[in-house]
């Protein structure tokens, strides 16, 4: 084979056994956790003799609909969705040919095959470990309130908060649409109320990078001034000073394990949708502390908020910070401005 370079015919094989050995993945956003995500998955379906079709619906339920209307008529055996939609119709989905098995997100009235992670009790033990440290003004960056995962984590901290008799004050949740920039205005916000918060919470990888470089943008100390708990770990995040304490979730693990649901789907279909305790997986995430969580300071030891000015967006890059000393300044600029541009560059991939 190897001497005439002959290559068998997929096609023809497709017809033959009825398979295309080609599984279809739909994700709401090509970024850093979506990508460890399809490694695990692509790892996977690999050793099972399968290739994997990715997709970006751009959290757009219409878009998502198209997808795997395209999807259905390039025949793939199944299908790995994390839904944009709140609430999936179960009897049609359930009687879907090829099959689908949800992932990170678990829509409401769906339990063919799920596989997520533990969003309110990962949230929940960050926000303890800074109860734990004596922080009692607590704020979150939250996602979009119509995605279940930022719900989950929102209502993380709430319960946390409520265990301790510590109210959540309206004006300490803002929601940052999972995106840095987002993440960065949010914070903005919250950081120049009359009374901030002591610490923060931001409810992903994107939103910490918007969180941290607003906190350079106001010439705050991290972790003196105000603590941080962020969201996922990558490599670059040891780029940061100080070393982020983040919420890790087994990004990799859970494309492996929702690719195994879905080959076993395949394989013997009926059996697994009567098996329907075993069609739900839950993975939980670890609290990874580091250096950016200590006890906060006292009240007389922070500048007033109302006397920081907000940067405009659009001078935001411009006008040097005034508080840091010059060195650490220039480190945390350098390292915001690299990982910024990351993050612009994983968005246009």
């Not at 096609?11 to 050995?21: I, M």
């Not at 695990?40 to 099972?48: C, F, L, M, N």
């Not at 609909?65 to 944009?84: F, H, K, Y």
């Amino acid at each position: 084979m190897a001497t005439l370079d002959y290559h068998p015919n997929e096609v023809a094989r497709s017809l033959k056994v009825s398979r295309t050995f080609t599984i279809g993945m739909v994700v709401p956003d090509f970024n850093f956790f979506f990508n460890e995500v399809f490694l695990g998955v692509e790892t996977k379906a690999r050793a099972s003799g399968f290739s994997v079709v990715l997709c970006d619906s751009h959290d757009d339920p219409v878009q998502e609909r198209d997808l795997l209307a395209m999807l259905v008529r390039r025949r793939v055996d199944g299908i790995l969705l994390a839904s944009a939609q709140l609430n999936l119709a179960e009897s049609r989905l359930a009687r879907r040919r090829p099959p689908i098995v949800c992932f990170d997100r678990d829509p409401a009235g769906f339990k063919v095959g799920v596989v997520v992670i533990d969003n309110v009790l990962a949230s929940f033990e960050a926000t303890r470990h800074l109860i734990e440290l004596g922080h009692r003004r607590i704020a979150v960056i939250a996602g979009p309130e119509t995605t279940l995962t930022g719900r989950g984590r929102v209502e993380g901290v709430r319960k946390a908060l409520q265990e301790a008799d510590i109210p959540l004050r309206e004006e300490y949740v803002r929601s940052g649409g999972f995106s840095s920039e987002g993440g960065y205005r949010a914070a903005l916000e919250i950081l120049q109320l009359p009374t901030p918060p002591t610490a923060l919470l931001a409810c992903n990888n994107r939103m910490t990078l918007g969180l941290m470089r607003a906190i350079k943008d106001l010439s705050l100390k991290c972790p003196q001034e105000v603590s941080v708990v962020g969201f996922d770990e990558f490599d670059w995040y040891e780029l940061f000073s100080p070393r982020l304490t983040t919420v890790v979730q087994p990004s990799c693990e859970l494309g492996k394990q929702a690719t195994e649901m879905l080959l076993q789907v395949i394989e013997a279909p009926d059996r697994h949708l009567e098996n329907h305790e075993g069609n739900r997986v839950v993975l939980k995430a670890e609290l990874h502390l580091h250096d950016s969580t200590v006890p906060p300071a006292s009240s007389s030891g922070r500048p007033q908020q109302n006397s920081i000015p907000l940067i405009p967006k659009s001078s935001a890059a411009t006008e040097p910070a005034a508080s840091p000393p010059p060195e650490q300044s220039s480190d945390m600029e350098g390292q915001v401005r690299r990982l910024g541009d990351a993050a612009e560059l994983n968005q246009e991939r």
